[in-house]
């Protein structure tokens, strides 16, 4: 599973969604489906994007989970 941390950058830049819907160009709703971790894809360049206005790298957006095995 994967696990969006943008919340969390969004935090230390103090910055809500549409702060960064209005910096990156990328549409509200999509930022708010990463930031609730509903987001079926996320193209390349919004995650540049992103990075860019955040000033941070993928790995801080985003963390893999591995699924626990029963």
Known sequence: MIKFRVR??????E???K???????????TISAIC?????HLPID???KMCAVLECQPGDLMEYIPDKEA
């Open 36 to 40: 609730t971790g509903t987001v079926k």
């Open 46 to 48: 919004a995650l540049e």
């Open 19 to 29: 702060q960064l819907a209005d910096l990156t160009g990328v549409r509200p709703s």
């Open 15 to 17: 910055m809500n969604q």
């Open 8 to 13: 969390v950058q969004l935090a230390i830049k």
